[in-house]
């Protein structure tokens, strides 16, 4: 079974970018779908984005509505490793980021492998 762990979480200020990254292990990586997810204090835990298990220019991808082209899913099989930029934070996108991934079909988003989460908080 895979495991997770999510990096470059922090503070920033509003109109600002962060690069988060989440390392894989334990498992073939590219035999899994990988997204990203986040909760803010007193809500649920919402979709952000998801990438399909190849890599590279073909991959596919999805992203919550809200999201509105403001952030970017990437992945690299050679390195087990998914990467959610973020450009143009907003202090409403202050919330803990998760890394997800499943053996599920692309798009169902039965995700079921999580990592603990990293802290992202943005200033206004």
């Known amino acids: 079974q895979v495991q997770l762990v999510e990096s470059g979480g922090g503070l920033v200020q509003a109109g600002g970018s962060l690069r988060l990254s989440c390392a894989a292990s334990g498992s073939t990586f590219s035999n899994y779908v990988m997204g990203w997810f986040r909760q803010a204090p007193g809500k649920e835990r919402e979709f952000v984005a998801e990438i399909s298990r190849n890599g590279g220019n073909t991959a596919s991808t999805a992203y919550g509505d809200w999201v509105k082209g403001r952030f970017t899913i990437s992945r690299d099989n050679t390195k087990n490793t998914v990467w959610l930029q973020m450009d143009n934070l907003k202090p409403e996108d202050t919330a803990v980021y998760y890394c997800?991934?499943?053996?599920?079909?692309?798009?169902?988003?039965?995700?079921?492998?999580w990592g603990l989460g990293t802290q992202v908080t943005v200033s206004s």
């Open positions: 997800a991934a499943t053996l599920a079909r692309w798009g169902t988003r039965q995700f079921n492998y």
